[in-house]
């Protein structure tokens, strides 16, 4: 057990309409990652919170792509406008000690 | 950005054999995990190893930080260990807010 749930674990949803994913750790860790990972590549990093502030999302992949996590605690991601282009799997992870330990994900399919 | 290259991308083994696998890296890191990212897609965490070796049971770890390399040892594979296993690592410049930069990773199978 990495210590991180994420919800829903599957998504399928038609082009043009909008997906939330939730990612909550068991215990409120300081650091919490969004990463995204299509067929045959590994993860890529996409935005980073230290407590409720988003440090780095520069890498979300288009104005489209937006991560917030309000009270420090739970984090979510919402794609807007979704294309055929979004469907991968979005992992979140949270840094304790020195590594990170990650979600189980949850994997999108835009039709 | 930091580059990852892992090798082989893909390896074939038998029950019971040992292998090798690579992780190059472009520049210094304060952190570099190894995972096993199993069919249902799960990143499951091997080793901590940013440099030295470490050994888990059949698993073992060693980065040479000064040569920008990490290696990870499987003996004895069973087909539980078959999957995709990554490495990744985080820059020293970035403190955390570079995340994670992972390689292609190697897709092991290991047959019975």
């Known amino acids: 057990d990495t210590g991180v749930s994420q919800d829903p674990r599957h998504k399928i949803t038609k082009r043009g309409q909008n997906v939330t994913f939730r990612c909550d750790p068991i215990s409120e860790h300081n650091r919490l990652y969004w990463y995204r990972q299509t067929l045959g590549q590994g993860p890529e990093f996409l935005t980073y919170?230290?407590?409720?502030?988003?440090?780095?999302k520069s890498r979300l992949l288009s104005d489209r792509f937006s991560a917030e996590r309000p009270k420090g605690s739970f984090s979510t991601l919402e794609i807007q406008r979704t294309e055929q282009g979004d469907s991968a799997m979005y992992l979140c992870a949270t840094h304790r000690g020195y590594e990170q330990y990650f979600g189980p994900g949850t994997r999108l399919t835009v039709t | 950005g930091i580059q990852v290259e892992q090798s082989p991308p893909d390896l074939i083994l038998q029950e019971g054999a040992n292998s090798t696998l690579r992780c190059n890296f472009s520049?210094?890191?304060?952190?570099l995990q190894w995972f096993h990212q199993n069919p249902w897609g799960q990143l499951i965490n091997l080793f901590y190893i940013p440099s030295g070796t470490k050994q888990n049971g059949r698993l073992s770890a060693t980065t040479v930080a000064t040569e920008r390399y990490s290696l990870l040892y499987i003996s004895s594979s069973q087909t539980t260990d078959s999957g995709v296993y990554f490495c990744a690592v985080e820059p020293s410049w970035g403190g955390g807010a570079d995340g994670l930069t992972f390689g292609k990773g190697t897709h092991l199978i290991i047959q019975p």
């Open positions: 520049d210094s890191v304060n952190n």
């Open positions: 919170f230290q407590n409720e502030a988003q440090l780095e």
